[in-house]
Nanobody, 122 residues
Framework: QVQLVESGGGLVQPGGSLRLSCAASGSSFSIAAMGWYRQAPGKQRELVAEITSSAITNYDDSVKGRFTISRDNAKNTAYLQMNSLKPEDTAVYYC????????????????WGQGTQVTVSS
């Protein structure tokens, strides 16, 4: 099992910045990738950014050039640096990890954090 704990959300003005953190804990699991998703009221949950254990990253077009995902494998922690925030970035942001057992990995399993609210408003 993998537990994910997010932090860093809050209220920020348009053009401001926030950094989200996601700490993963557990035993007997290896994490292949971590990512950040967001869900705004009335909308589907969508991928914001993801990063593999090899530091390969992928971003949604809406955040390219503004957001940066990073990962500290030693600490099992992922970060999302959000700059030039816009009102449309307002959502609950969820951390995701794709992981499997250290003993056998027939498939990767998705784990989710509880979410952290990001509100961009003047």
């Amino acid at each position: 099992q993998v537990q994910l704990v997010e932090s860093g959300g809050g209220l920020v003005q348009p053009g401001g910045s926030l950094r989200l953190s996601c700490a993963a804990s557990g035993s007997s699991f290896s994490i292949a990738a971590m990512g950040w998703y967001r869900q705004a009221p009335g909308k589907q949950r969508e991928l914001v950014a993801e990063i593999t254990s090899s530091a390969i990253t992928n971003y949604d077009d809406s955040v390219k050039g503004r957001f940066t995902i990073s990962r500290d494998n030693a600490k099992n922690t992922a970060y999302l640096q959000m700059n030039s925030l816009k009102p449309e970035d307002t959502a609950v942001y969820y951390c995701n990890a794709q992981a499997c057992s250290n003993y056998v990995c027939p498939r990767l399993y998705d784990y989710w954090g509880q979410g952290t609210q990001v509100t961009v408003s003047s």
